[in-house]
């Protein structure tokens, strides 16, 4: 295996290759209010455990802990600009969900809508919070799940900085090295 040239990158871009996952699309509601924000900070914490940063300044922070649920949607790359228009844009001002035409879908198990257009939806109630000055991390409990049978692998979107997103490829499998 050849050894890679490496040379100096910004500390502070280093989100272009550690990012952890899918670029998503949290829905939240409390009382009369719903809100939609595209989240791109989050990570798996067990196999039904989710934890998500989410600013104290956007909208859908004060919905999310007052209602203590939320619906983590998974949108696919045709929705590549509605994910960019609802992170343009705050809740507190628009409803998102009639802007850019979203299909607000009643749950099972949450009272946040679930988003008709997304490859998935993952009904949340919170876990745990464990919020400090500087970073409000929530994490979830998947309590209910709906996932679209097909695609099997979908082109999911992830957040590179600098407004560029890299597209899901190809999938490879290495089960049989698995034990």
Not at 11 to 29: K, N, Q
Not at 85 to 103: H, Q, Y
Not at 127 to 154: G, N, Q, S
Request: glycine share 6%; with cysteine.
């Amino acid at each position: 295996m050849p050894v890679r040239r490496r040379q100096s990158f910004p500390v502070d871009r280093v989100r272009r290759y550690l990012e952890p996952g899918p670029v998503v699309l949290l829905s939240t509601a409390w009382r009369e209010e719903r809100a939609v924000m595209t989240l791109g900070w989050h990570m798996m914490l067990g196999y039904d455990l989710v934890g998500t940063y989410i600013w104290e300044a956007n909208h859908s922070h004060r919905l999310a802990r007052r209602s203590r649920e939320c619906v983590i949607n998974l949108p696919t790359a045709d929705l590549l600009d509605t994910v960019v228009g609802i992170g343009n844009c705050s809740s507190a001002d628009v409803d998102k969900f009639a802007r850019f035409g979203l299909d607000a879908q009643p749950g099972r198990e949450v009272a946040a809508p679930l988003i008709g257009q997304c490859h998935a939806s993952f009904e949340c109630r919170l876990h745990e919070t464990r919020i400090t000055a500087d970073y409000p991390l929530f994490v979830w409990r998947v309590v209910a799940a709906h996932v679209a049978p097909r695609p099997k692998d979908p082109s999911t979107l992830h957040y590179l900085g600098e407004g560029r997103f890299m597209v899901a490829g190809r999938t490879v499998s290495r089960r049989r090295l698995f034990r």
